[in-house]
């Protein structure tokens, strides 16, 4: 059962997070979203308040779209917008790739690295999952004091002093216990996307990356010529902690676009 929070009202649309995160991820940008849409933001299985998957489903790439399928269903979801970061983005471009979604806005999207850019982010990963394994009193003063969090966030956020200091900590927790850390590093690892968007595609990328390199934005614009690519200035790998407004006007942006291009009557979208 994928556990979630939902909240405001119109056009459904579901945030799916990256891996080691959660649906905190978000931040403020939920609730800015949440001014337009039928907002849900989700815990992927193995993740969060999520338990790990249930058989016949697994930790492979494919079964996480299998069963995002199904949440949807379960919901009563009829092709929802979705939005996900980094391992979450590449399931949205997935979910965009297989028509079960109306729009897809990927940020910083999993998929499009090389070599050296698979091992940055292992590297990063790996050195952030042993992070915290320390005495949780020390996780605890690393998540309190901001210029700690600069140090220990980094990867992550061009800002990692706008986490509040009790998401930093939940956080960490979430990362140190996570059953789904290994395996889905594992899969994600050997993934590469080389599918066709059959929707409205945005791919967002920070330019402050450190944990999927900007290089891999240029590499996804090679791969995907037709779909809508946007720069994020001054944001890092989560740039809905960042920059909110920014990642949720791409997100609206998106869904504007797709609906002039379909002729259909505007969403009365603040963003718009």
């Given at each position: 059962?994928?556990?979630y929070?939902?909240?405001?009202?119109?056009?459904?649309?579901?945030?799916i997070?990256?891996?080691?995160?959660?649906r905190s991820?978000?931040?403020?940008?939920?609730?800015?979203?949440?001014?337009?849409?039928?907002?849900?933001?989700?815990?992927?299985?193995?993740?969060?308040?999520?338990?790990?998957?249930?058989?016949?489903?697994?930790?492979?790439?494919?079964?996480?779209?299998?069963?995002?399928e199904?949440?949807f269903?379960?919901?009563?979801?009829?092709?929802?917008?979705?939005?996900?970061?980094?391992?979450?983005?590449?399931?949205v471009?997935?979910?965009?790739?297989?028509?079960?979604?109306?729009?897809?806005?990927?940020?910083?999207?999993?998929?499009?690295?090389?070599?050296?850019?698979?091992?940055?982010?292992?590297?990063n990963?790996?050195?952030?999952?042993?992070?915290?394994?320390?005495?949780?009193?020390?996780?605890?003063?690393?998540?309190?004091?901001?210029?700690?969090?600069?140090?220990?966030?980094?990867?992550?956020?061009?800002?990692?002093?706008?986490?509040?200091?009790?998401?930093?900590?939940?956080?960490?927790?979430?990362?140190?216990?996570?059953?789904?850390f290994?395996?889905?590093?594992?899969?994600?690892?050997?993934?590469?996307?080389?599918?066709?968007?059959?929707?409205?595609?945005?791919?967002?990328?920070?330019?402050?990356?450190?944990?999927?390199?900007?290089?891999?934005?240029?590499?996804?614009?090679?791969?995907?010529?037709?779909?809508?690519?946007?720069?994020?200035?001054?944001?890092?790998?989560?740039?809905?902690i960042?920059?909110?407004?920014?990642?949720?006007?791409?997100?609206?942006?998106?869904?504007?676009?797709?609906?002039?291009?379909?002729?259909?009557?505007?969403?009365?979208?603040?963003?718009?």
């Amino acid at each position: 059962m994928i556990s979630y929070t939902r909240a405001g009202s119109g056009d459904p649309l579901v945030l799916i997070h990256g891996i080691g995160h959660q649906r905190s991820a978000w931040g403020d940008t939920f609730e800015l979203l949440a001014q337009d849409f039928d907002v849900i933001a989700i815990d992927l299985p193995g993740f969060g308040k999520s338990p790990r998957p249930d058989k016949p489903h697994s930790y492979r790439i494919d079964s996480y779209v299998d069963q995002l399928e199904e949440f949807f269903a379960e919901l009563g979801l009829d092709r929802p917008h979705v939005a996900g970061n980094s391992l979450g983005g590449m399931f949205v471009l997935e979910l965009a790739a297989r028509g079960a979604v109306r729009t897809a806005t990927a940020i910083s999207p999993a998929g499009f690295w090389g070599p050296l850019g698979l091992l940055n982010a292992m590297v990063n990963l790996a050195a952030m999952k042993a992070s915290t394994y320390a005495p949780r009193a020390v996780v605890k003063v690393f998540s309190d004091k901001a210029f700690l969090r600069k140090v220990s966030l980094r990867a992550l956020y061009q800002h990692p002093e706008r986490v509040p200091a009790d998401v930093a900590y939940d956080d960490a927790l979430n990362l140190r216990s996570s059953p789904g850390f290994f395996p889905v590093a594992w899969h994600a690892s050997r993934a590469r996307f080389r599918r066709r968007p059959l929707v409205p595609v945005t791919i967002a990328w920070g330019t402050k990356d450190k944990l999927l390199l900007p290089s891999q934005a240029a590499a996804a614009r090679e791969a995907l010529p037709t779909v809508s690519h946007l720069t994020l200035p001054e944001c890092g790998h989560v740039p809905m902690i960042d920059n909110p407004e920014l990642v949720a006007g791409a997100i609206v942006q998106t869904v504007v676009q797709a609906a002039d291009r379909a002729g259909e009557p505007l969403l009365h979208l603040t963003g718009a």
